[in-house]
């Protein structure tokens, strides 16, 4: 019972990762992301649910400069903890941008 209960945004449409940029872009790095949401008592959420949005944002916020991210890598991680469950969705994705 407790593994069908699934309160994340996972999947959730993102337009885009990246701005318009007139200026020429550079590899800047590997980075990764994340957005968790707790669950009180395995079933009562506590703030925000789980989000690719918001895991791409954080992702993006990493290294400064950057504009767009290539190679996205999404996952889903769920943790079991006593009296506590952690849902997570992990982003990793290779960051260009302007220096």
């Known amino acids: 019972m407790l593994s069908a209960c699934n309160l994340a945004n996972h999947g959730t449409f993102t337009t ?4 318009s940029s007139d200026e020429p ?3 800047l790095g590997l980075v990764s992301g994340e957005s968790c949401q707790t669950s009180v008592l395995y079933f ?3 703030e925000n649910s789980a989000s690719t949005h918001f895991a791409i944002d954080d992702a993006k916020g990493k290294i400064e400069g950057t504009v767009i991210l290539t190679d996205i890598a999404i996952d889903d991680e769920y943790r079991f903890e006593l009296g506590y469950s952690v849902q997570c969705i992990k982003v990793t994705a290779t960051a260009y941008g302007v220096k």
Not at 16 to 19: C, R, V, Y
């Open 44 to 46: 009562i959420p506590y």
């Open 25 to 27: 872009l550079v590899h």
């Open 16 to 19: 885009q990762t990246f701005k």
